[in-house]
Each structure stands twice: as C-alpha cells, then as structure tokens.
C-alpha cells in the first residue's frame, strides 16, 4: 500500500486495480476461460510429445527398409509403374520365336525375353484355344496380387486382349530344380540341395499360414521351383492353386496336379487342403535326394516306399550316388544328416492327411538338420 505506481511498471502479467498501471483482474469466469484454454494448450502439448517422436521413428524405419529393398526389384521399379502392351512382347520375344522358348506345359509356354531397357523377362503365354488354360490364366492373377514373399516367383504385369493371355514374370537364369537334378551338366551337392528345400518350405509355410486366407499350390514339384541367379529357389506356376475361404479347412476339386506327387485323398476323392502340398513336398525332398522320380517304379512300388524299405539300414542303397563318395572321412556323418532328411520327408508322405507335419514344422526340422550338416 506505500509503493508508487511505477513501482510495477512493466510487470504484466500481475493484475490488480487500475490505480499501480497494472491490467485489472479477471472475472471468476473469465478465469475458468482461461484455465480451460490453459489445460487445453497442456493437453495438445503432451500429445504433441507423445506421438511426435513415434512418427520420426516411424517415418525412419520405412526409410531405411526402403534403402535395404532388393537391388532386383528396384531395377522393375519402372516396369511395374506402366503396362507392356501386346506388341512389346513380341518385340521382346522376337514373335514368340522357338529359338526364345524356355519351357511349354499343358497350358502355355514361357518365352525368355529382352525389354528395351535391357530387362530379361520370362513371359509366360497361356493357350487362347484351352478354357481351361485361360481359367488358369485368371486363377493365377487372382492368386499372385494378394502374395507377397521374397520366394515366390513375382509376376511384374500382366497382359490380355480378346485371344492372347500373358504373365510378364521375373526371368530365373538357373531354369528349374528338375533341370539340375537330372542334367549331366549340372550338379547340387548336399548343402544346396538342402538349402533349395528349406527355401520352397518357407514359401508353402507363407502359403499355408502366412496370408490372409491360406493357399493350396496343388502342384508342388521340382519342375516348378526356379533358381535364380543365386541359385535361391523360387516357387511358381499358381494356375491350379486354390484359395481356402474363411473357416475353410479343405474342399472338393476335380483333380489336375501332377501324377506321382498327388495326395491319396486328393486323387481318390477330389478333397484338397494344405495337408495336400506337405504330401507333394515330402515327394519331392526324396527325388531331390535319392535322384529318382516318382513315376519311374512299376507295379505296387513307389518312391516313397522304396526309401521306406531300405531306412534307416540301408539309407546309401537308395541316395543318389554322386552325393556321397566311400572314400570321404565325413562319411557316416553324412549318411546320418541325410537319414534325418528322409525321415522328414517320409513324415511328410504319410497316407493320413492328420499323420502328416506341417510346414512351420519342416522348416524347423531341416534347419536344425542344415546346422548339423555344417558342423560335419
């Protein structure tokens, strides 16, 4: 009460009455106004801190996967934004020529071709004159845009008109895992054979548990796992896939997968489910180690119970015998890592759909089996 006005000069933000030059004090509502605006600058501030700092993390780590994307697919990068039309491929393909021919089966053939930029293109042309063929044409596009794992076998574009249905697909130099088991220029020794197999179960484990709605390949066999330039194995040919629906286990189809792999209950009774492919896969992890086919035995004997008969005993008697050499000091360390193979894969083959394993489970299975083989 005995200070001077100029006392308080330059202090606003005191209030009091009009007589120290101070602003005068707010009403009591006007107070409740201001600590509402004030508790709701504190509030925006704390959201602010909170989710702030997690959208720089967020925006950081799609930046580095980003960088880490895969040199291969950056360089389709441009293919994938625009259409290749009709008259590209023949270009690309020289018309479609023999001289460009990789591979033909009951629907189509695939042609190697050469984009303008220099891309190689494997171009898979499906037959105008087959319903069936051009059924499969559409099953796999509706297959293929909801997939995505780095090993299976990425379709770039697609291209169809009235009579001519094509897959644009990434080109696999190494051609198919069948050309190496049975070509006298080509040769997979143990580990890479191992490697190949670990690679097409983590795939069908993707396939199977992975997506959204499970996917049934329905013709899992060596022809249709590709190498690429790494030799890394990549599954394709999804033309007689199915898609299970929601709450679905399995369904009646008519059967059209390849004889020698098929499951009992697939080509008995038409009843597909993932149990299905573990059946063709375990087929195919004997043929990739015993170098034999499934449809070269005659009378009651098969594949799978050839193998049976001589394990675990008599396991040399029936692997491939460029594998493995009598005079290598690794020997029975060998023949025992191969044993636990065949093992697997009989597991796989069982005659019952529930006897059977499943893919999460191989894969664990020849993982710890590759561990075993590298500390031979």
Known sequence: MNVSSEFFMGNEALCDSSRYNVPPCLTSSKHRSNRKKLLLSFLLLGITLLFGPATVVFVWIRYRRGNRAPQQEDSFSSITRERISYYELLQATDALSESNLIGSGSFGSVYKGILRSGTSIAVKVFNWQLDAAFRSFYTECDVLRCLHHRNLVKVITSCSNIDFKALVLYYMPNGSLEKYLYSHNHFLDIKQRLSIMIVVACALEYLHQGCALPVIHCDVTPSNILLDEDMVAHLSHFGISKLLGEHESDLYIKTLATLGYIAP???????????????????????????????????????????????????????DANLITPTNNRLQKELDVVASIMEVALDCCAESPEGRTNMTDVVGMLQKIMIQLLTC
């Open 265 to 319: 209950e697939y080509g008995q009774d038409g009843l597909v489910s993932t149990k299905c492919d573990v059946y063709s896969y375990g087929i195919m992890l004997l043929e990739t180690f015993t170098q034999r086919k499934p449809n070269d035995f005659e009378g009651d004997l098969s594949l799978k119970q050839w193998v049976s008969h001589s394990f675990p005993e008599a396991i040399m008697d029936v692997l």
